[in-house]
């Protein structure tokens, strides 16, 4: 990349931290996707990401360790070489899509949840079945969008 293009990459980089952080992730592994779907490598090592967003291999490391546990990021292999490696998943957004999926059925399960183990109270219960109402709808719907990128992905 030329140092214009890779000014503009890690500009670009944390501008999608930025966003992610909105929403509560790390700014880091915002910026490191960032610079993941911008890089002209299929893999791109820890080294690399240090110096391309300029901030410590700890930093870097944490965040890939983020992004590979929610199935974003993969870890690869070189023979030959300690030095670690990553690529984006094969289908890094069905990865998030899974995660809404997950996070939305954990707020089905407490509203559930707590109506079972709670004295019922009118507030209470209406807040809950309101939450429920809410994200069991959204998982319909989710559902449905998850099945058709699946089907996007298959013909693609």
């Not at 214009?4 to 999608?16: F, I, V, Y």
């Not at 407490?110 to 809950?128: I, S, W």
Request: net charge neutral; charged share 35%.
């Amino acid at each position: 990349m030329n140092p214009d293009a890779r000014e503009s990459a890690r500009r670009l980089a944390e501008h999608l931290g930025l966003v992610l952080e909105a929403i509560g992730v790390p700014r880091m592994a915002g910026r490191v996707l960032g610079w993941m779907l911008l890089a002209e490598e299929e893999e791109v090592s820890l080294e690399e990401l240090t110096r391309a967003l300029d901030v410590s291999k700890a930093s870097i490391s944490h965040a890939t360790r983020l992004l590979e546990q929610l199935g974003v990021l993969e870890r690869v292999a070189r023979p030959g070489t300690r030095q670690a490696y990553f690529r984006l998943s094969d289908d890094p957004w069905g990865a998030m899509l899974a995660m809404e999926r997950r996070l939305s059925e954990g707020f089905v399960q407490f509203a559930e949840r707590a109506g079972r183990e709670l004295p019922d109270h009118p507030l209470r219960h209406e807040r809950l079945a309101e939450m429920r109402e809410a994200f069991e709808l959204y998982l319909k719907m989710l559902a449905g969008f998850i099945e058709r990128w699946k089907r996007h992905k298959e013909r693609a």
